[in-house]
């Protein structure tokens, strides 16, 4: 299971180690999320992956380190790119490029971090939750509304254990899919039969332990209300969660680059909160 996954050795050259002795890589974890000596083999795993006579298509000068130390930035603190061209003393136009080119490669280079659904244990419990991840209103795509949030994003389910831990995290879907359309389009239900499963009351109908919905006819009854809030003190791991997820602002403030980059952006996000949690 990638939720057991260690984290692999790699081997660091003597470019990366020049890198972290230059007084130019002042303290970062704050910034992003990751020690000096985990972004160094973060640098290493891209090295690998594009090979020695590979196309390096992050700005020179930069370099490889400040352009991961960039990119982990913008998208740990969504930080505005002129603000950060601003701190590394050089152009928007090449924290953008930064960005671009290193946000698919850091994702790829994870893959092996992020569980898929068939990773999930059949025989444990499981919480569910949906979360919208904000973006700007695109006029040309209204699928992105969510009248649950009354705001435009992209909607993912979340999975966690009984102890709050992460388990799985869905590919998004448009942010007008109910949590319930959702999770079915995740492909999870096919593999797993969620009766054991707890869920909101966006998941009633899904055979799995949700909260009971009053109805219009008569008052809850205390047996009712009491069980309620039993599930209720259950589910709170799953708000946990999911705000420790986005922590990563670009996930929690809307997202202002491209839309059609806005899902692979999600994905990388995905791909190194879960290795972060390998450690």
Same mark, same amino acid.
């Given at each position: 299971?990638?939720?057991?996954?260690?984290?692999?050795?790699?081997?660091?050259?003597?470019?990366?180690?020049?890198?972290?002795?230059?007084?130019?890589?002042?303290?970062?974890?704050?910034?992003?999320?990751?020690?000096?000596?985990?972004?160094?083999?973060?640098?290493?795993?891209?090295?690998?992956?594009?090979?020695?006579?590979?196309?390096? @298509?992050?700005?020179?000068?930069? &370099? *490889?380190?400040?352009? $991961? #130390?960039?990119? /982990?930035?913008?998208?740990? =603190?969504?930080?505005?790119?002129?603000?950060?061209?601003?701190?590394?003393?050089?152009?928007?136009?090449?924290?953008?490029?930064?960005?671009?080119?290193?946000?698919?490669?850091?994702?790829?280079?994870?893959?092996?971090?992020?569980?898929?659904?068939?990773?999930?244990?059949?025989?444990?419990?499981?919480?569910?939750?949906?979360?919208?991840?904000?973006?700007?209103?695109?006029?040309?795509?209204?699928?992105?509304?969510? @009248?649950?949030?009354?705001?435009? &994003? *992209?909607?993912?389910? $979340? #999975?966690?254990? /009984?102890?709050?831990?992460? =388990?799985?995290?869905?590919?998004?879907?448009?942010?007008?899919?109910?949590?319930?359309?959702?999770?079915?389009?995740?492909?999870?239900?096919?593999?797993?039969?969620?009766?054991?499963?707890?869920?909101?009351?966006?998941?009633?109908?899904?055979?799995?332990?949700?909260?009971?919905?009053?109805?219009?006819?008569?008052?809850?009854?205390?047996?009712?209300?009491?069980?309620?809030?039993?599930?209720?003190?259950?589910?709170?791991?799953?708000?946990?969660?999911?705000?420790?997820?986005?922590?990563?602002?670009?996930?929690?403030?809307?997202?202002? =680059?491209?839309?059609?980059?806005?899902?692979?952006?999600?994905?990388?996000?995905?791909?190194?909160?879960?290795?972060?949690?390998?450690?």
């Amino acid at each position: 299971s990638a939720f057991l996954h260690e984290r692999r050795s790699v081997s660091i050259e003597n470019w990366v180690t020049r890198l972290t002795s230059q007084k130019r890589t002042a303290a970062v974890y704050h910034t992003t999320g990751f020690s000096k000596s985990e972004i160094v083999e973060l640098c290493a795993l891209v090295k690998a992956d594009i090979g020695d006579g590979g196309m390096r @298509g992050w700005p020179p000068i930069l &370099g *490889l380190f400040r352009s $991961v #130390v960039v990119t /982990l930035t913008y998208l740990r =603190r969504n930080r505005v790119q002129a603000e950060l061209a601003e701190t590394h003393a050089v152009s928007q136009s090449t924290i953008s490029r930064a960005v671009a080119v290193l946000t698919p490669i850091l994702g790829r280079v994870l893959l092996d971090y992020v569980p898929v659904a068939e990773d999930l244990p059949v025989t444990e419990q499981y919480i569910v939750d949906g979360s919208l991840l904000p973006c700007w209103s695109w006029a040309a795509h209204p699928e992105l509304f969510s @009248g649950k949030h009354k705001t435009t &994003g *992209l909607n993912v389910q $979340v #999975v966690c254990d /009984l102890y709050g831990r992460l =388990r799985w995290i869905s590919d998004p879907v448009e942010g007008c899919r109910h949590d319930t359309a959702a999770l079915r389009l995740s492909g999870v239900l096919d593999t797993h039969d969620p009766i054991n499963w707890i869920g909101d009351k966006g998941y009633v109908g899904n055979n799995m332990i949700t909260p009971i919905k009053k109805t219009p006819v008569r008052d809850m009854l205390d047996w009712e209300k009491q069980f309620n809030t039993d599930i209720n003190k259950i589910r709170w791991v799953i708000e946990q969660t999911i705000a420790q997820f986005k922590t990563w602002r670009i996930l929690h403030t809307d997202y202002r =680059r491209p839309l059609t980059t806005f899902a692979e952006t999600i994905s990388t996000v995905i791909a190194l909160h879960f290795y972060r949690l390998a450690e």
